[in-house]
């Protein structure tokens, strides 16, 4: 009778099996079974992003356009700072904050580091792409935010995945276009607002979305609203397209992953590789 061994002579060939190979024979071991609902929750941390930038695109074409101003640009964001920063220890009542071990004071003294350092260097940021031309710092910062979309953290665990580098990019972003704003002024807001909204943004939600789900939902619901509202008064197509895209990513990709679990086939037996699941580091020592 033929045995699954190598340490004995067999009288059969190398390749020989007999009929008890199959009966190892496992499929979708490892499969994970995703629920709809779940699915559509976390898709909404891809919404926000689209949104995030939607927004951030839409307040720079209006100061472009000189429809905002950026002393109004500058209290809005201030408020909206201060609000959500008391929403944000509200939330965990400051647990968080007693884990990290930064004070308040301590954020304070970064915020106003952060704004010094920004404003003192605001001529330089307005004149730093004066010898590119228009074009080209459009297709930079459309690039840029593109790779911001790619390279976001949205909960995965892959190695796409980063976080430096997508906010790295975003600034990046908001300096190309920042500099073809009228003024060194406006260059400073509008580069202050890319942290807010780059930044301090997603930790609120991702705490948000930790500790009060239906909360999560409601921000992210009033804030693709807000996005498609003002991109609306900008071009009604446009908008119209934004909310395809976002109701395509939160409705029907997430149905297309649960109808596609269903086709999952992955087999698994004895041709597979060894696993050792042994502590061998005695034989290291």
């Known amino acids: 009778r033929w045995q699954k061994v190598l340490y ?18 496992r499929k979708n071991v490892h499969a994970r079974q995703y629920r709809y609902q779940a699915v559509v929750f976390q898709s909404g941390a891809v919404v926000q992003q689209l949104c995030s930038v939607c927004v951030f695109v839409l ?11 950026p002393q109004g640009l500058f209290g809005a964001a201030l408020v909206s700072s201060l609000l959500g920063y008391v929403l944000f220890d509200a939330v965990d009542g400051g647990a968080g904050r007693w884990a990290s071990g930064r004070t308040r004071w301590a954020d304070l003294k970064s915020t106003l580091v952060f704004a010094a350092f920004t404003y003192g260097f605001s001529p330089v940021l307005k004149t730093l792409t004066e ?23 949205y909960g995965a665990n892959a190695a796409i995945v980063s976080s430096t580098l997508s906010l790295n990019m975003a600034i990046f972003a908001s300096v190309c ?48 609203l807000a996005a498609l509202a003002g991109l609306a008064t900008v071009s009604s197509v446009g908008a119209v397209l934004f909310a395809s895209l976002l109701l395509a990513i939160s409705c029907l990709c997430p149905y297309c992953l649960i109808r596609l679990q269903l086709l999952k086939d992955n087999i698994h037996g004895p041709w597979d590789e060894a696993e050792i699941k042994e502590d061998l580091s005695r034989f290291l020592m």
Request: glycine share 2%; net charge positive; aromatic share 16%.
């Open 8 to 25: 004995e002579r067999q009288p059969f060939p190398d390749n020989y099996v007999d009929q008890r190979f199959l009966e190892e024979l």
């Open 59 to 69: 307040t720079w074409w209006y100061m472009d356009a000189g429809m905002l101003s």
């Open 131 to 153: 010898s590119i031309s228009t074009d080209t710092i459009y297709a930079m910062s459309a690039l840029m935010l593109l790779g911001h979309l790619i390279f976001f953290d």
């Open 177 to 224: 276009l920042a500099s073809r704003l009228p003024r060194a002024l406006h260059a400073f807001v509008m580069v202050t607002f890319a942290m807010q909204i780059f930044a301090l943004w997603p930790m609120l939600q991702k705490k948000l979305k930790a500790r009060t789900p239906r909360c999560y939902v409601a921000v992210t619901v009033l804030f693709a």
